[in-house]
């Protein structure tokens, strides 16, 4: 199975930065793609960015374009999601998610199936 827990959220403010960490650990099963959602207050859940283990290959959804920055340390097992200029808007719960599943579309979140408890992040203005 896969292990996941997130760290790094906080409360910060309006066009700081912001670096999450998310650990991976692994018992008899490889995570193939790791990646990173948010749940916002009255709004879906949605994903923002992923990245597959193997190659560093990343995806970014549309709502990950511009200021999020996926990346992944290979000898640690973890993967960082970077936002900049940070917003009231990306005021949620990150949660970060491991597939297993070895599959072309990788980057889709119905693969996901190993979750963490999620970090809070909070951006006042």
């Known amino acids: 199975q896969l292990q996941v827990a997130e760290s790094g959220g906080g409360s910060v403010q309006a066009g700081e930065s912001l670096t999450l960490s998310c650990v991976v650990s692994?018992?008899?099963?490889?995570?193939?793609?790791i990646g990173w959602f948010r749940k916002a207050p009255a709004k879906d859940q949605i994903m923002i960015s992923s990245i597959r283990r193997s190659d560093g290959s990343t995806y970014y959804s549309d709502s990950g374009e511009g200021r999020f920055t996926i990346s992944r340390d290979g000898a640690k097992n973890v993967v960082y999601l970077q936002i900049d200029d940070l917003k009231p808007d990306d005021t949620a719960v990150y949660y970060c998610?491991?597939?297993?599943?070895?599959?072309?579309?990788?980057?889709?979140?119905?693969?996901?199936?190993?979750w963490g408890p999620g970090t809070q992040v909070t951006v006042s203005s």
């Open positions: 998610a491991a597939s297993a599943k070895i599959r072309s579309d990788w980057w889709l979140e119905k693969y996901y199936d190993f």
């Open positions: 692994e018992f008899g099963l490889d995570a193939y793609a």
